[in-house]
């Protein structure tokens, strides 16, 4: 039996049809890759030089840039950072905070003291120890309140950071009547500071206080010039999230 002329025609309209949305599928996709690839280079083109480094930086750190110390994968290593006078223009000159702590450097005097890094939305202000305590005390030094009296300033003039101090020491082992180890040396020091701070109004919920002894070098402890690198307090400042 034969199909009927009218079923014939209704075959063929239906075949046509399928092809014509078969063909404005593919126009469709391409249309959106195209919408896409402009979208991307838009974003490429406005991208905040300062909002690159970041993004990096972050980047960098979940991957982990490097092996850190001991070994660990999956953290940046600090010291592969280039290190920077806090006197000397840091790439990101627009920050309020990086502007207000070379301002205080230059100001103070402070500049042979006093490194600074930054990390994403991290700042380390690094002293070496002798300028904070004397060799082998938690006692402060004559210069070490000045110091901690423009780093509490800070602090307190900008509260969307914590603040991590960190207390480090050379791999020379020390034992004594007041300290057993470095481990409690380095962690009476970082305390010391943090106390310090908050006689002098810095929001104590902010802060934290760690002891490292010599697990985290900057240098290897080959040499008396090493060893005295080695020996710091540092300052993280680190943005709180949402504040």
Not at 66 to 85: C, E, L, W, Y
Request: aromatic share 6%; net charge positive.
């Amino acid at each position: 039996m034969k199909p009927h002329d009218s079923e014939i025609q209704e075959i063929v309209s239906t075949a046509e049809e399928s092809e014509t949305r078969a063909w404005l599928l593919t126009y469709a996709d391409m249309i959106t890759l195209l919408l896409t690839f402009f979208v991307m280079l838009l974003a490429i083109s406005s991208l905040d030089n300062e909002r690159f480094e970041d993004i990096m930086h972050s980047i960098q750190f979940t991957l982990g840039a490097s092996t850190a110390p001991g070994g660990q994968v999956g953290r940046i290593n600090v010291h592969d950072v280039k290190q920077m006078s806090l006197s000397q223009p840091t790439g990101s000159e627009m920050d309020p905070l990086l502007k207000d702590i070379r301002k205080t450097v230059n100001l103070k005097d402070l500049d042979d003291v006093l490194m600074v890094e930054r990390q994403g939305n991290r700042i380390i202000i690094r002293t070496k120890g002798q300028v904070l305590f004397k060799s082998g005390s938690a006692t402060f030094s004559r210069r070490a309140k000045k110091i901690l009296d423009e780093i509490a300033r800070i602090a307190k003039h900008y509260p969307g950071y914590r603040l991590h101090v960190g207390g480090h020491t050379d791999s020379r082992p020390i034992h004594n009547a007041k300290f057993a180890s470095n481990w409690e040396l380095s962690a009476l020091r970082a305390t010391a500071v943090l106390r310090y701070l908050i006689s002098k109004g810095v929001n104590p919920r902010h802060l934290t206080a760690t002891g490292y002894a010599d697990t985290d070098p900057l240098v290897p402890n080959t040499s008396p010039e090493n060893m005295a690198k080695n020996r710091r307090v540092e300052f993280i400042l680190e943005k709180i999230p949402g504040y």
